[in-house]
Nanobody
Framework: VQLQASGGGLVQAGGSLRLSCAAS????????VGWFRQAPGKEREFVAV????????YYADSVKGRFTISRDNAKLTVYLQMNSLKPEDTGVYYC????????????????WGQGTLVTVSS
């Protein structure tokens, strides 16, 4: 599975962005897909995850209620809608896929996109 994340950019605090994670090479429908982010000088952290059906989702406490993960398996794409953005949401956002990863453990995901930069100004 090849993944490509896109949709990042510069936004003011309180604004919104929608990230996309497009898959190619293999169907995405049987993979758990997660979003992670990494701020400068910090470790990569879990943001959100979707089961392969999209029926189960889970979020980091820091983004709960503001971010929504969704997927369109027919389009081989997973989305991360980010609302009410804060400066602390700044970082490179990565999407990742795996057959049965532990949702918040980035080392358990098999496939990674290249990352897209999100910058939230105050």
């Amino acid at each position: 599975v090849q993944l490509q994340a896109s949709g990042g950019g510069l936004v003011q605090a309180g604004g919104s962005l929608r990230l996309s994670c497009a898959a190619s090479g293999r169907t995405l429908s049987r993979y758990v897909v997660g979003w992670f982010r990494q701020a400068p000088g910090k470790e990569r952290e879990f943001v959100a995850v979707s089961s392969w059906t999209g029926g189960s989702t889970y979020y980091a406490d820091s983004v709960k209620g503001r971010f929504t993960i969704s997927r369109d398996n027919a389009k081989l794409t997973v989305y991360l809608q980010m609302n009410s953005l804060k400066p602390e949401d700044t970082g490179v956002y990565y999407c990742a896929a795996g057959r049965s990863p532990y949702y918040s453990d980035y080392s358990s995901y098999n496939y990674w996109g290249q990352g897209t930069l999100v910058t939230v100004s105050s």
